[in-house]
Each structure stands twice: as structure tokens, then as C-alpha cells.
């Protein structure tokens, strides 16, 4: 497993170097069979990396390779879906991350915080209309859209073009949905939570197609997190919320991440700071899976996160932050800096 994963590192790394070195001509030169396989290898390799700084350096360094490729080869909706894949989770698991790491540290610093609040909504843009230009080449789904935009055709049409897509589209479905979903996500205002119904049918119907897309967490994250994030006036559940952060954990083989959701968007929301507590504690203190190692460190970064700040969430003083934080890298302090 540990040469395994080497080399698949070593496979994403070189193709960053080529692509920034090689002139454009070459790798257009490169047969579309040929790239499939290298970029399948390195995303493989990516999501088996531990080393978070690693991690963001080498998607960062590819996604515009990844892009590439996918407009070499347009007709191959493979490297589009690579595409949609590589911006949602740079923009969840770093911009955003960062995001919510300086709203706590430099919480009057609206220069620095409107800045990543754009970089993570333009990833998540970019990587809806990778997977949109995919999910659209169903002649079934499109003929039912009519030509129409997802957020724009009344919800009846909608329910009608979702039931034409089937298992083969449920990857695209699936990431147009947690693009456009960690977009509005980032900051929902009245226009935007119009479109959340919307959300909530393609995140049930990627439900139905396949729940174990991504490693086993995919459908289940998202859905508990439409349900999660929001208040129970404003349509929230935190038990369905609940249910579905169970079923990711299960069908991720004990990924962490569904735990670390459950602590911020159910046990902070329902002000039950026992289980907050527990919860993160137990993230904090696990062993990162080999088979899903990158996800499992983005979980412990945030838990450590939220830990460290649990007066933000409940009346109570702070507490030492656990020294198995100190092994995980964080760009920012855990807590807010005071400013002179």
C-alpha cells in the first residue's frame, strides 16, 4: 500500500511538472487513452495523501492541467468530471477551510475574508459548469430541461428531466449539486435559498441512483448538509441531518468527516455541547485511514478547529486545545488574534 501510494503521488507531482514545463503542443500531443489513466492514478493518489500541505500544493498546481485536458479532449466527459471534482474539493477542503479559519482568527479583516469567500465561489462556479456541460449531454435530461438553466425551470419540469438520468449520470448530478450547494453555502442570501428546493431534489435523486458515490460519503454529506446548515424555520432538519451523517459513516468505512458535520451542524445547532465535545474528541484522537487518508485530515484540521472555539458555540469558557493538534497543520491560529 505504502509503494502503492508513492507512486501515485509521484504520478500527480510529474504531471504538474510537465504541464508547467512541457510547451502546450506536446501534451496536445498526448493520445486522450493515454491521459486517462495518469490523471485517474494521481487523483487516486491525492485522496490517499495524509499530508494536507502536500495535498493542496499538488491539486493546486494541477487543476489548471486537469482543465486542460478536459478542453483537449472535450468530447471525453471524464476529464470534465476530473475537472468538476478537482475545483469542488480544492474549494471545499482548502479555500473554504481557510475561509472559516480566518472568519475565527482575523474576524475584522473583511478585505482578507471577502477574498477566499470569492476564490471558494468562483471554484465551485467552475466546477458546476464542468459537471453541468456533462449532466446536459443526456438527451433525455436535456429535452425534459427544455434549454433551460437548472435555476431558472419551474420545479414541475425539474422533478420530470431528474427522473429521466440514471446511474451513469449520477456523477454529474452529483457534483453539478455540491458545487452549486457549497456555493451558496459560502454566503445564502434571499435570492439564492430560492434555489435550495432544487438542491434537495438532485441531492435525493443522487440518493436514489448511487449513495455510495465518492468514497462511500459523497450523497450523504451533501444532503445531510442542505439539511444541517439551516435553521428549522428556514426548512433545516437536524435529525435528517443526522440520519444521513450516520449512513456516510457507514458507507465511508468510519470516514471522519461525516462526525465533524455532525458535531457543526447538529450538535451546535441543537446546543448539545456533551455530544459536541465527545464527537470531535473522538476525530481528533483517530487513526487516519489509509484508503481515505486526505478526507480523515481534513476532518481532523476542522475538528481541531471547532474544539479549540467551542465558547463560539456554547455558553461556556474555552478549553485546552488537545495535543494531538499540534500534529495537524493549520495556516492560522486557532483562535481569534487580538488586534492592537
Known amino acids: 500500500m505504502t509503494e502503492t501510494r508513492s507512486s501515485l503521488v509521484t504520478a500527480f ?59 483537449t479532449y472535450p468530447e471525453d466527459r471524464a476529464f470534465r468530471l476530473m475537472a468538476a471534482m478537482a475545483r469542488a474539493t480544492f ?6 477551510d481557510e475561509l472559516n479559519s480566518v472568519k475565527i482568527t482575523y474576524p475584522g479583516d473583511r478585505a482578507r475574508i471577502d477574498a477566499l469567500a470569492a476564490r471558494a465561489k468562483q471554484s465551485y462556479r467552475l466546477g458546476r459548469l464542468h459537471a453541468e456541460s456533462v449532466l446536459y449531454e443526456n438527451k433525455d435530461f436535456s429535452e425534459a430541461m427544455g434549454g433551460r438553466a437548472l435555476d431558472v425551470v419551474d420545479l414541475e419540469t425539474f422533478d420530470r428531466a431528474l427522473a429521466t438520468l440514471t446511474q ?36 435525493a435523486r443522487v440518493l436514489e441512483l448511487d449513495e455510495a458515490y465518492f468514497y462511500g460519503v459523497g450523497p450523504h454529506l451533501l444532503a445531510g448538509t442542505l439539511k ?41 445547532q441543537t446546543e448539545n455541547q456533551e455530544g459536541f465535545e465527545r464527537i470531535l474528541l473522538e476525530v481528533i484522537s483517530a487513526t487516519i485511514a489509509a484508503d481515505h487518508a486526505l478526507l480523515d485530515a481534513m476532518a481532523k484540521r476542522q475538528a481541531c478547529r471547532l474544539y479549540a472555539n467551542l465558547d463560539l458555540y456554547f455558553l461556556d469558557d474555552a478549553k485546552p486545545t488537545p495535543e494531538a493538534c499540534n500534529a495537524v497543520p493549520q495556516k492560522h491560529p486557532l483562535r481569534e488574534v487580538e488586534t492592537p
Open 228 to 268: 444541517g446548515f439551516r435553521s428549522p424555520a428556514l426548512g433545516g432538519s437536524p435529525d435528517a441531518a443526522t440520519v444521513h451523517f450516520e449512513r456516510a459513516k457507514i458507507l465511508g468505512g468510519g470516514a471522519l468527516l461525516p462526525d465533524v458535520m455532525t458535531a457543526a451542524l447538529v450538535y451546535a
Open 13 to 71: 507531482a510529474f504531471l504538474a511538472f510537465t504541464g508547467a514545463c512541457i510547451p502546450s503542443g506536446m501534451v496536445r500531443s498526448a493520445t486522450r487513452d493515454g491521459m486517462r489513466p495518469i490523471l485517474e492514478q494521481g487523483i487516486e493518489g491525492f485522496v490517499l495523501e495524509p499530508d494536507l500541505v502536500l495535498a493542496e500544493g499538488a491539486l493546486g498546481a494541477n487543476l489548471k492541467l486537469i482543465e486542460a485536458v478536459a478542453l
Open 168 to 203: 451513469e449520470d449520477a456523477a454529474a448530478l452529483f457534483w453539478v449539486a455540491f458545487n452549486w450547494g457549497g456555493s451558496l453555502e459560502i454566503e445564502l442570501d434571499v435570492v439564492e435559498a430560492t434555489h435550495l428546493p432544487r438542491l434537495e431534489r438532485m441531492a
Open 91 to 96: 474549494a471545499f477542503g482548502f479555500v473554504k
